[in-house]
């Protein structure tokens, strides 16, 4: 019996993102759930239970750094790669200590895809 593919949750304001991800993911062969705010990527991964959240880490309600830090304050240890237009040194320190990688934007489709496959091994 085939075993289901990895399921991510992909959270950006901007839809243009979301849309190019979630199409990059599943292409490349993962199941995609998206969500704009902070708000709703903790309720959407309370309840889909994904197997890697993409954060942005600047959204309109919530700081993505702060979402990563409730989810593991609340027991949740889902892999999370984070997203943003900060590509300070000290930014990209702050975003790996609560994050498991820190991706600056604009970045490649195939390099994304190849740290998602990376932090799910």
Do not use: H, Q, W
């Not at 889909?48 to 027991?75: F, H, K, S």
């Amino acid at each position: 019996m085939p075993t289901a593919p990895p399921r991510i949750l992909v959270v950006d304001d901007e839809p243009f993102i979301t849309d190019l991800l979630a199409a990059a993911l599943r292409f490349a062969g993962f199941e995609v759930d998206v969500a704009a705010t902070g708000t709703e990527a903790l309720e959407r991964a309370r309840v889909g239970r994904p197997d890697l959240i993409m954060l942005d880490v600047m959204l309109p309600d919530i700081a993505g750094t702060e979402v990563c830090r409730r989810l593991r304050d609340g027991g949740n240890s889902v892999p999370v790669v984070l997203l943003t237009a900060r590509d300070a040194t000290e930014d990209k320190v702050a975003g790996l200590e609560v994050g498991d990688d820190y991706v600056t934007k604009p970045f490649s489709l195939d390099e994304l895809v190849a740290r998602v496959r990376a932090v799910l091994r």
